[in-house]
Structures are given as C-alpha cells and as structure tokens.
C-alpha cells in the first residue's frame, strides 16, 4: 500500500517568507509525527498529533512554527518569516496508535533551503 | 535529561568484517527502543523495536540486543548493501516524544 507522502519534496525560500510543508500519512494510522533532521544530525522532534489534536507541542522551536491536521488525515506544518538556522529536512512519520510503543513510518522528507 | 548516544559516528567495515554499533540512553522510564536505518535522501525505515533488559531481535544480518542503559545493533558478516546510517531511539513513559541519537554512518567495503 501507499506509505507516508510529504511535498514539497524540496524547497528553497528567501528568508523572511512563510512556507507550508505538508504530509499524507498512511490511511488509518491515527498518529502523526513531525521532526527535522539538519545536516549530519539526528531527528529533533517538533510535534504529536493524536488524532487532530496535539498533545504534546514542546518540540516547536519557536511561535513562528505551528502544525495542524485535518482530521487522522494531512497535516501542514507551517513556518512564518523563515530564518537560515531553519534550513534543514522536515521529516514527517506515521504511526497506527500513538501512545503505546508502535513503530513510526517515515515519509521521503521536505529539504529546506532558506536563502 | 533524557538523551540518546550513539557511538561510533562513523564505522568503516570490509564485508564480511562482523562489527556492533553502540546505543546508550538516559531516560526517565523507557517504553521502547527502536533502531532505524536511513539510506542517503530517504526517510528512515523501521527495523526493531525492543521493550525490555535482555530482549533480542534478529533480520537477516542483523541482531539488536537491549540493556537497562544501552542497546547494541550487531552486524554479522555485512555487505555493501548494508551501507547507511543507523539510527536509534527511545519512547520514554510520557508515551508522545522520541528521542533520537544522532546516528552511526556505516560503509561496508567490497
């Protein structure tokens, strides 16, 4: 079957723009996982849904970075007025039941270049 | 503070050359330790999941292996095609975040 889809598969975007990133998570799997991985590190997590709602938002590195889904289906997560430190690859995962120890399945990622 | 260390960063082995790689956690109640392998331009694809001290998980070439406070991917007789970076993480008891180590980049030689 279909597993997680993200677009844009790359970005490049003038510092001080918004850019939306978006995921399609594997249909059924109520869990959805934002993270983002710079160069040569691991994955910094970002945000949880459960659902369409977000328990857990702690990851978010700043105000000019928020997430939401529609539903246990797409989910954006939006960056406003772009800095250079966050050029990085936004990875997004899935997961069929958040909150118990289910493994996560990752998309391709979106690579941000914030010039 | 809970964190994920992985050790070496970067592992050079011949094939056939048998090597572990090293995972060391500190977290405040574990609930699972995963290990991924991400190949260059992809997203990270699902290998283990281990619960408890003393579990162990076996694909093909590959054996995880679990402690109180690290893990340890062991690679039997490696091929080329095993070259990637391996990563590890924890779920701790608040159930929501993952904490991933930076990686182990391997490259098996011919």
């Known amino acids: 079957g279909a597993g997680v889809s993200q677009s844009p598969s790359n970005k490049v975007t003038e510092k001080g723009k918004d850019v939306e990133l978006r995921c399609d998570p594997i249909?059924?799997?109520?869990?959805l996982y934002w993270y983002r991985q710079r160069l040569g590190q691991g994955l910094e997590f970002l945000i949880y849904?459960?659902?369409?709602?977000?328990?857990?938002k702690s990851g978010l590195p700043s105000d000019r970075f928020s997430a939401e889904r529609t539903g246990e289906s797409v989910s954006t997560l939006t960056i406003q007025r772009t800095q250079q430190e966050d050029s990085a690859v936004y990875l997004c995962?899935?997961?069929?039941?958040?909150?118990?120890?289910?493994?996560?399945?990752f998309g391709p990622g979106t690579r941000l270049t914030v010039t | 503070e809970d964190q994920v260390t992985q050790s070496p960063e970067a592992l050079r082995l011949q094939e056939g050359e048998s090597s572990s790689l090293n995972c060391s956690y500190t977290v405040s109640g574990l609930r699972g330790l995963f290990w991924y392998r991400q190949d260059p331009g992809k997203g990270p694809e699902f290998l283990f999941t281990?619960?408890?001290a003393g579990e162990e998980k076996e694909k093909e070439r590959l054996k995880a292996t679990l402690t109180k406070k690290e893990s340890f991917l062991h690679i039997t007789a490696p091929k080329p095609e095993d070259s990637a970076t391996y990563l590890c993480a924890v779920q701790a008891n608040n159930f929501n975040k993952f904490y991933f180590g930076s990686g182990t980049k391997l490259n098996v030689k011919p």
């Open positions: 849904f459960q659902g369409n709602s977000a328990p857990d």
């Open positions: 281990l619960y408890s």
């Open positions: 995962a899935s997961s069929p039941q958040g909150g118990l120890t289910y493994e996560q399945y």
């Open positions: 249909s059924g799997h109520t869990a």
